[in-house]
T-cell receptor, first 116, second 115 residues
Framework: GAVVSQHPSRVICKSGTSVKIECRSLDFQATTMFWYRQFPKQSLMLMATSNEGSKATYEQGVEKDKFLINHASLTLSTLTVTSAHPEDSSFYIC????????????FGDGTRLSIL | DQQVKQNSPSLSVQEGRISILNCDYTNSMFDYFLWYKKYPAEGPTFLISISSIKDKNEDGRFTVFLNKSAKHLSLHIVPSQPGDSAVYFCAASALGIGSNYKLTFGKGTLLTVNP
């Protein structure tokens, strides 16, 4: 089945650090990848849609300069949290979908980001 | 404004019985619905989906029912097993022309299946 790998699984770092999270589709080509953020006991909130070879589309309220997204190939998208602060601490999850329209999104295992 | 609502934050069921998880949506443009299962510290795992042209889809122990007029869908798990204990998320998407296939999620329902 479709596998999405997300790395790292956990990051603890100091305030002001920039953190890069990678999302890879291991056995399929993903034209579209999505980045979500989840707060405790809350739903997954879509942050941005990442299309290979083009600029990401950000959801309302998500700072583009804070959350940099790059989708350089059909199997890799990265999310960089720039100059992270404690309020950026959260669970970040990526997903990828196959080209066909009726295919579900497949998720990575998420990254727990803790900013001290 | 929550477009996908899961009004039961938790559900407890006895092993072997049926689990019924409910989901309501408000956006009439949604035409593709999915259920995901999530364990702590892991990403959601796709379970089953249904297109709006159907009212039922079955896969093993899992059946999803869609009532378009009521904007309601439900996931039935029968028989329930202790390993089914997890958070279940309902998600919806609009697959029409120009769609970017993004999903809107409910807040999830924690299912506990007791042995």
């Amino acid at each position: 089945g479709a596998v999405v790998s997300q790395h790292p699984s956990r990051v603890i770092c100091k305030s002001g650090t920039s953190v890069k999270i990678e999302c890879r589709s291991l056995d399929f080509q993903a034209t579209t990848m999505f980045w979500y953020r989840q707060f405790p006991k809350q739903s997954l909130m879509l942050m941005a849609t990442s299309n290979e070879g083009s600029k990401a589309t950000y959801e309302q309220g998500v700072e583009k300069d804070k959350f940099l997204i790059n989708h350089a190939s059909l199997t890799l998208s990265t999310l960089t949290v720039t100059s992270a602060h404690p309020e950026d601490s959260s669970f970040y999850i990526c997903s990828a979908r196959l080209r066909a329209s009726n295919q579900p999104q497949h998720f990575g295992d998420g990254t727990r980001l803790s900013i001290l | 404004d929550q477009q996908v609502k899961q009004n039961s934050p938790s559900l407890s069921v006895q092993e072997g019985r049926i689990s019924i998880l409910n989901c309501d949506y408000t956006n009439s443009m949604f035409d593709y619905f999915l259920w995901y299962k999530k364990y702590p510290a892991e990403g959601p795992t796709f379970l089953i989906s249904i297109s709006s042209i159907k009212d039922k889809n079955e896969d093993g122990r899992f059946t999803v029912f869609l009532n378009k007029s009521a904007k309601h869908l439900s996931l039935h798990i029968v028989p329930s097993q202790p390993g089914d204990s997890a958070v279940y998320f309902c998600a919806a998407s609009a697959l029409g022309i120009g769609s970017n296939y993004k999903l809107t999620f409910g807040k999830g329902t924690l299912l506990t299946v007791n042995p």
